[in-house]
């Protein structure tokens, strides 16, 4: 099935069997300035999990605190737009969703709204069973690893090569200080025996929130040069990704050809829904002055209206010579020293 959307200066396609999206503005050579209406929603269905990872931005804990199937088919329900139609996929998050009691059901509400659902997790959960209990609902599943070590002896590693029939598997490895001789390894190809099967890695870049600190962000040293220097000839046998918090770095680096990178889309083309109902631009939003809670706006609102003082105050003061700068956004607003090329002005302040 497609998802289609057409204006004069908004264009969009999406086919929910491949995950393939396509957008454009007024000509194929535009870009648009934002969607009227997200494409993508993410969306936390709890902050409960029980494995306690060092580096979780969200400090999640066995704490009980999971979205109930009524609020989140609410949330469904709040994305629908009569003009625009669903948005095209969600990713689910937390917490750990395998751990959402009933998150076979919100699976199955998701699929019922035609939306297509893909989910984050750590990986604890993910056996044959549960695999087989979900197949026909997920479009994709992320799980996150530090190493690609941590992955060979887990029971869904077992089975990936059958269940690469239902689901495509990705690997988020989190960039850090401690991991970018890992992420090295892995752009050489000494990891590719094992991740023979695995659809595709996507590079998450450390946030300093939640149990993260801020001793353990990437900082561009001998390290990190080398891991840009890899990117675009690297002999990794899937394909790579990064996420938009990255997206500074491979302009300014021309790490990559830019046709394939978007700048930061929170806000713009996503946005991000907590198991409270608050809306946000995206899940790292640390000010209560970009947080909107379905209870009190229509989604609506918040999209068009409310979020317009986060766009607008959004901007670009970097002073770094680069010849991509049009492309990108700046500095992080909410975790400004992640952006290790920003140079000089004032970080985006959106307070």
């Not at 010849?323 to 970080?347: A, D, F, V």
Request: charged residues 25%; hydrophobic residues 30%.
């Amino acid at each position: 099935m497609k998802v289609r959307r057409h204006s004069r200066n908004y264009n969009f396609i999406g086919d929910t069997t491949t995950g393939m999206t396509f957008r454009w503005g007024k000509t194929f050579k535009d870009d648009p300035s934002k969607a009227p209406w997200p494409e993508l929603a993410d969306i936390s269905i709890s902050n409960h999990c029980s494995k306690g990872c060092s580096y979780c931005y969200r400090d999640s804990s066995p704490n009980n605190s999971f979205i109930s199937l009524e609020d989140y088919e609410y949330i469904l329900k709040s994305l629908y737009n009569e003009e625009w139609g669903n948005i095209f996929q969600v990713a689910l998050g937390g917490g750990e969703p395998l751990e959402h009691p009933q998150f076979k059901e919100i699976l199955e509400i998701t699929k019922k709204y035609g939306i297509v659902a893909n989910f984050t997790t750590n990986g604890v959960h993910l056996n044959y069973n549960k695999l087989n209990e979900i197949k026909g609902l997920v479009g994709a599943i992320a799980i996150s690893v530090t190493s690609i070590n941590e992955i060979v002896n887990t029971d869904w590693y077992k089975h990936i090569k059958e269940f690469n029939n239902y689901f495509k598997i990705n690997l988020h490895v989190i960039l850090s200080r401690d991991s970018i001789k890992n992420a090295i390894d892995i752009l050489e190809g000494k990891y590719n025996d094992v991740l023979d099967g695995i659809n595709a890695i996507i590079f998450l870049t450390y946030k300093p929130a939640g149990r993260a600190n801020s001793d353990n962000i990437l900082s561009n040293d001998v390290s990190f040069k080398k891991f840009m220097s890899l990117i675009d000839k690297n002999s990794c046998c899937c394909s790579i990704g990064f996420d938009a918090c990255f997206v500074p770095m491979l302009l300014s680096e021309n790490a990559i050809d830019t046709n394939y990178i978007d700048s930061c889309e929170c806000g713009y083309f996503s946005i991000y829904i907590d198991e409270k109902m608050n809306v946000m631009p995206c899940s790292f939003c640390d000010k209560d002055s970009d947080k909107y809670n379905l209870e009190d706006y229509t989604f609506d609102e918040i999209w068009n209206n409310k979020l317009e003082s986060y766009r607008s105050n959004l901007k670009n003061s970097c002073k770094n010579v680069c010849t991509n700068k049009n492309m990108c956004r700046g500095s992080c607003p909410y975790y400004s020293n992640i952006t290790l090329c920003y140079i000089g002005g004032e970080n985006n302040d959106i307070s």
